[in-house]
């Protein structure tokens, strides 16, 4: 039977724990950071449960301990904040504290590298199913963070990456089909999304976003936040939307690829609103991650879809919510 | 059904969360927090999950919520820390959305005035059991936070309050006899834990302790971490310890009131050494909390007990650890 300082250790070595301006890390009662100078701290909490957001005899412990993290720090890239710490506390059950945790650690220890992030503390507790909780801390400087609030009529909704693949990834893991690995990059969407920390820094900087936003929900709902947030409206081109492509061997699975776009959820890509006037300083791509033009927001308080046959209808928020849902 | 929307808005109607240097509270994708000037960031993170911490059909849902904040913000505490903001993610039944939830959000919004913090995010989720994990973050002055690591030999060792209360709220629990309210002081104690923010900012302040710690796991095992984190070892003097006095009536539970001191867990009060030149400062009360010698720090590495007869015997930490103990 593993103690709980034995977890902690295990845990504290896979992790990078050392940082200027962390000034006590694991093993207090608490961190203490210290804040860089002119800068602001952006910080987010994020579940990640087992049975509702992933099931352990199917996602590899390694994507369970990859992803709990990107997700949280997704919402560090949405509001244009360089990552720098986290927080995880963690619910295990026993026969998941050999082997699985291994792996868990491993996975996260990666997501920690690619994002720029260090260990500063956390909590174990053993548990009948697994729980975790991270909380992630970024910084920006003072006054620069981009909030849901800021879309203005006539800017430009845009969006990064593609639309879609993570759900496909569910889909196909639904279906059973995950054991084939003939679609390895829907998959690798679905197991291990990508928080797009280089785009929002690169908006803050460049002073480029008016709004923003991480599509976490899907395309429809998140939209609908920073609509409602702005008190704005807008109108998003079917015909612009960056969708995934459906491979031709799933036809029988009869799935709507502007579907997938519009309501599939944890794709993590940004969904941010820029002037027309600075819209030119957008690169077409940024890291290799394209960024798309896909609307326009008006004044008008309607989130409307225009075909490309010149139809329009009203997109409703569809994407995903575990209190509406069946988990 | 209720949606998350509608659940994130009951939560946010129930908590004051406006406050100077809180730029961006609930409701974007993150908080945004300003720094004072010359200060630094404590946080910390907590676990707080049904059947390992509390018991549905035993802890009302007040003291969940209470409780639970409590836990986490007596870290700051035991950091000498100012209590500021707090982030709550959330894991809920369907049939705990409504009353049961009230009350716990009653609880814990009681818990947030008493110790000044304001609710800055979260995260909830329908799940089977409640889950609940805190983050708080208090604020100190710069490089001022009281760590387990600086006890010297020589320092006197000391406590606030009376040990071993909440361990014997525990026990007439487990015997069924919480309802009888005959001993409302114990279960108090057990159910609404106070962090003692007070004494922690006082300490800071008149620059008194060297280390310290919050009796969460029971005064051997947390005793244990403050040499061990210090390098040294301790003296206690078991007649000086201020214990809870077991009520007559219950003794043919053979409740040992010395045993529930130096063991019992969950009193979260605050364990911490003070030179000895520095010790007259010590009030014997602080906002009518005790504060008592019990011991004294020592170079030889070991922690004794000293009898009132004058034995002394190894004191090994047997406190409160959830993956040695059945759960």
Redesign the interface.
């Given at each position: 039977?593993?103690?709980?300082?034995?977890?902690i250790q295990r845990v504290r070595r896979r992790f990078a724990s050392t940082r200027d301006g962390l000034?006590?890390g694991i093993?207090?009662?608490?961190?203490?950071?210290?804040?860089g100078a002119g800068?602001?701290?952006?910080?987010?909490?994020?579940?990640f449960?087992e049975?509702?957001?992933f099931v352990r005899s199917v996602h590899p412990a390694k994507s369970v301990g990859y992803k709990a993290l990107a997700r949280a720090t997704s919402?560090?890239a949405?509001?244009g904040?360089r990552a720098r710490?986290f927080?995880?506390?963690?619910?295990l059950p026993d026969p998941c504290?050999g082997a699985w945790l291994d792996d868990f650690l491993d996975g996260m220890a990666r997501a920690a590298r690619r994002f720029g992030l260090i260990l500063?503390?956390?909590?174990?507790?053993?548990?009948?199913?697994i729980?975790a909780?991270l909380?992630v801390?970024?910084e920006?400087d003072?006054?620069k963070?981009i909030?849901?609030?800021g879309a203005r009529p006539g800017d430009f909704l845009c969006v990064s990456g593609k639309l879609g693949g993570a759900e496909l990834g569910l889909r196909l893991i639904q279906q059973k089909l995950q054991k084939y690995k003939k679609w390895p990059r829907f998959l690798k969407k679905h197991y291990y999304p990508e928080p797009r920390l280089a785009l929002g820094e690169w908006l803050v900087a460049r002073r480029c976003a008016t709004s923003?936003?991480?599509t976490s929900d899907g395309l429809s709902t998140d939209l609908g936040h920073i609509c409602q947030?702005s008190g704005v409206g807008a109108i998003v081109w079917a015909a612009k939307i960056p969708m995934v492509r459906v491979p031709p061997e799933l036809g029988r699975l009869r799935i709507d690829p502007l579907g997938l776009a519009l309501n599939g959820g944890e794709d993590y890509e940004l969904l941010f609103t820029v002037p027309k006037k600075r819209a030119k300083r957008l690169p077409r791509k940024l890291g290799g991650v394209p960024i798309t033009v896909i609307g326009e927001i008006t004044r008008e308080k309607k989130v409307i879809l225009l075909g490309p046959d010149g139809s329009s209808m009203p997109l409703q928020p569809e994407g995903w919510?575990?209190?509406?849902k069946k988990?």
């Open positions: 039977m593993v103690s709980e300082d034995q977890l000034m006590v093993g207090d009662d608490a961190a203490v950071l210290r804040p800068k602001e701290w952006v910080v987010t909490t994020d579940a449960l049975n509702v957001h919402d560090i949405a509001m904040a710490y927080f995880l506390t963690l619910g504290t500063a503390g956390g909590d174990t507790t053993k548990y009948p199913v729980v909780s909380t801390l970024g920006i003072r006054g963070a909030l849901r609030s923003m936003i991480d947030a919510d575990p209190f509406r988990a």
